[in-house]
Every structure is written in structure tokens, then in C-alpha cells.
């Protein structure tokens, strides 16, 4: 007998912002799979595979239960000929051979040891691999120059490849709070990027401040930087103008605010004192948190189960710091939520079907020639004609 519930075909709208990804996925078999060759795609500069690979990946992850059989994926959409391929193999086999083979190539490999660096991108590690450089022994023997951000991700390679835990966040969040509202009293700081839509582990952290009074937020990324640095909070940073818009997505263009938008690329150095404070508060002021970038912590060693002896009191997280006015917060949110998918999708869908530009700034309605403002996402996603999907929903 056949079970007619297991082979119903599945259903669901085209685009990802249309959808409601939690992070329950029932195929992370096909996912994960899918996601490899989207990951190898985009290592090797071919965007528009890497693309088809993730939209293929974030319809099977809104699935409401595993895929048994090929018939039931009939009329799904962004499920091409080379997804479908791929699917079938581990449907049918239990592995895609196609994946199987990119994991073990020597290429794919490099391309992962070398992007792993912070500050190396496909391009860079793409031309080491021509050299002849396919590991970090390699690299640091044949010693190509690396710029500052490079030299800091390979000091730091260990610890910014674990994944960075919610506990993690939290307690880097305490201490960018706190120095949030000491140089800028009234200022505040939201948790974006993974942790916001709820995911227990990230390969950074990410945070978006402002402050309700329009203007006062300007010249606030360097104060806040400086703060942090003169605590011992950071092992490196550049702060630049955010590059957002010049991306090849981004087209809206709010002319006047642009320059107060900034961002802060850092490598937090997280104490046990940081990441114990936020466990165990009463133990603050015994141990002296105030003074974070203590050299004499190794002491405490001992006390940590989690590590083993020897292993240094600190760790190296990336942390994502951006300023945004108040007239633009609800874009910044909203942008910087992600998944990277989901604001893709939602961008796709403002221009194919509703003729707008969305960027982290602004929405512009190009029929209308005019701004549309919002002060919640609640708002934008009005302006959109789309339901509202809330961050724990936007995993695709
Ligand atoms: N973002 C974007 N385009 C950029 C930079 C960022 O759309 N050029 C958005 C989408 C991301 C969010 O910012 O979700 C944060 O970027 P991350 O790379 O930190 O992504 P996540 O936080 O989602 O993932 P992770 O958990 O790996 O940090
Ligand atoms: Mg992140």
C-alpha cells in the first residue's frame, strides 16, 4: 500500500521572502548537499550557479517534512535540471556523486583552508592556488604579501573557524552596550545578522546601533571604536563607509545620509571574565571585569572545564559593528537580518514585481518616483505587498 500523505506533491510561493523558513529543516541531507555546491560555486566565482544552488537549497529547507520520492518535488519552483540531478542521486543512491567528488577535490579543499582566512576572498585564494599555495604551511613559507586584515585572520585562524556561540554574542553584546551608551548616552544596540533569526551558533557576531534623535548618531563609530580599543576589546579593526550600496544588488540611493552609515569590521577579544559575566554576574565585581584586558587572567585557567589546561583565557570573534540614523533604522534591521538568501529574495522581489529598490537604506518606488518610509519592518514589508515574516521565519 502507498502511503498517499508521503507522495503528495509539495507546495510553495517562488520567492524565499514569500515563505517561512524556521530553522526546522527536514532535508538537511539534500541541503546540506545543495549547499556545498552552491559554497563551491561561489569560491570559484560563478555567482549565478552559487545562486540557483541556494534558492534550489531554501525550497526544500520550507518543506514541512522530509522528501521521499522525485514525484512529490513536481512543479516546485527554482528546482533546475542540475538541483533535480543532485537530489535524485541521494534519493536514490544516498549520496550525490557529484558532491561526494567536489568535497574530496584538492581544489575545493584549498579554496575552503584559504578562504578561511579572514580577509581572503575567492579572487585572492584562486591566485595563491596557482601559485602553488593549497595550505597554510604553504602560505607561510612562500610568504606572499598579506594586507592587515589577512596577517590578523591568520594570527587568529583557530578561533575563527569555531563557531561563535548565543552565549558568546551575549556576553560581547554586554560589553558593546555598555560602550555604546558611555560615549553616546540615549544610544542603543539591537543583536542582528544569524542570532536575531534565532540560530544557536554563527561564524560572527553582528550589531546594528543608532539613537532616536536623528543626526545625534554621526561621528559615533569612531567614539565607540576608540572605546573598545582603549579597553583592550579589539585585535584589529577598520571601519569604513558601508560598501552596501555600491554592491551589485543595491541600487537604492538616498543621496544626503550616505555618509553617516558606517560599518566596523572588528576581531573581539573575548575574555572568560566576559563570557563568565554574563552567566554569573555576581562574580563581576569579586574578579575585577572592569579591567577586561587583563593579562593575569591565565590564573583562572583551571577553573575553566570547557578548555584544556594551557589553552589561552580568551578567544578571537568576529564582530560586525554598524551605525545607522534613525530615519533609516527599520532598512538597516531588515537588511541586516538576512539570511543572505531572504534579503536577496526580498530585493528580487521589490524590483521584478513591484518595480521598487530595497536596499538597508531606503525604499524607492519607481512608479511613483518617490521614497517610501517606514519606521518597522513591519512597515516595509507592507509597502511590499508581502506578508510580514518575522526574523525566527526569514532561515531560508
Ligand atoms: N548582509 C547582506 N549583504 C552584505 C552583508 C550583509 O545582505 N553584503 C546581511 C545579510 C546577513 C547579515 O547581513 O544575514 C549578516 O551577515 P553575516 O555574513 O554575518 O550572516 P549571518 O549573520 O546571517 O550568518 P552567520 O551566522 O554565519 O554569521
Ligand atoms: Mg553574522
Known sequence: LVNLSEVAAFSVPSYACQRRTTLENHNTVLTDALSLLAENAELSEEDGRGVAFRRAAAVLKALPKPVASMTQLRGLPCLGEHSLRVIKDILENGASSEVESTKQSERYKALKVLTGIFGVGARTADRWIRDGIHNLRQLQDSGPTLNRAQQAGLEHYDDLNQPVSKSDADAIGEVVEKAVVSVLPGAHMTLIGGFRRGKLTGHDVDFLITHPEEGREVGLMPKLVSWLESQGFLLYQKTTRNSYLESKDGP??????????????????????????????????????QTPDNGGLDLDLDLDQTKPAGHKPWRAVRVDLVVSPISQFAFALLGWTGSKLFERELRRWAGHEKSMSLSSHALYDNRQSKYLRATSEEEIFAHLGLEFVPPSERNA
Open 252 to 289: 537604492a540611493r538616498p543621496a544626503s545620509n550616505m555618509d553617516r552609515f558606517e560599518r566596523c569590521f572588528s576581531i573581539f577579544k573575548l575574555t572568560k571574565e566576559e563570557k563568565r559575566g554574563t552567566k554569573h554576574p555576581e562574580t563581576l565585581t569579586e574578579n575585577g571585569a
